[in-house]
């Protein structure tokens, strides 16, 4: 895969899949703009991009529910680089609810998990036409079915969103040249159920539960999935658009 002088922008960088994806293409000499909130991780991550291929990443803090700063991604990676040829729309929050409680925890998902990608989306968009790039979201197994040990309502509705929105786009774009992909993870080990709200202790054992319950019987690693976001974002898969990639290690079977 070769993603020489490509510039690739991640949200979501700061750790687990987006920090996997952001060494992985450092790694292959690209140019990788590395979006996220915890500024001092950002930079942790930046600094092991650079020390792959001497290349020094772009890092940008940015709460992608607010407009300016996702308005800003765009432009400074422009600024700098003049290009985008691949957008990774990684970030996420994981939102559990019910029902009963009201709309504002839908409204909370949706603001990071679909509306914020499709505003940075429509702002790369004319850049990408210009490189005929492409664009990898970054969904959830939770788009294709609700989660059974976990009410994750809000969060389920989101992804299942963001799923319809990489196949309107595909189709949308395609005939410009850019194509749009959608890795749907099942259970990872990344630090995401801890910001969903739950404790080292309570991760430990839903992870020992799933692991159990899976098919293969283990936790997928950001770097698995990080390798199926290259794939998809490189030329070997070129004719592969509006597809919605699982890896679950057969999760959503049972």
């Given amino acids: 895969m070769d993603f020489d002088n490509k510039v690739i922008v991640i949200t979501g960088a700061s750790s687990g ?8 293409y450092a790694k292959q000499s690209a140019k990788v703009v590395l979006v996220g909130r915890n500024e001092e991780s950002l930079n942790k991550v930046a600094k092991q991009c650079e020390d792959a291929r001497g290349i020094k990443p772009l890092t940008i803090k940015a709460e992608l529910s607010h407009d300016d700063d996702v308005k800003n991604i765009v432009t400074k990676t422009i600024n700098i680089f003049g290009r985008i040829d691949v957008l990774v729309n990684n970030a996420g929050v994981g939102v559990q609810g019910s029902i009963l409680e009201g709309v504002e925890l839908l ?3 949706i603001a990071t998990n679909l509306r914020a990608v499709y505003h940075l989306t429509s702002l790369a968009a004319p850049h990408l036409i210009k490189t005929k790039g492409n664009i990898v979201n970054v969904s959830s197994v939770a788009a294709l079915r609700p989660i059974k040990d976990v009410n994750y309502l809000p969060y389920c509705i989101s992804k299942a969103g963001l799923d319809q929105f990489t196949k309107c786009l595909a189709v949308e774009l395609g005939r410009q040249g850019v194509r749009v992909n959608s890795v ?4 990872t ?22 692991s159990s319950l899976y098919p293969l019987g283990k936790m997928a690693e950001s770097e698995e999935v990080a390798d199926l976001i290259l794939y998809l974002s490189s030329d070997r898969a070129r004719s592969i658009t509006g597809s919605i990639y699982v890896i679950d290690n057969g999760e959503i079977l049972v």
């Fill in 17 to 24: 899949i987006g920090a996997a994806a952001a060494l992985l």
């Fill in 107 to 109: 409204d909370r998902a």
């Fill in 184 to 187: 749907n993870p099942g259970g």
């Fill in 189 to 210: 080990n990344t630090p995401f159920a801890e910001t969903a709200g739950f404790t080292k202790e309570q991760v430990s054992e839903l992870y020992k539960s799933r």
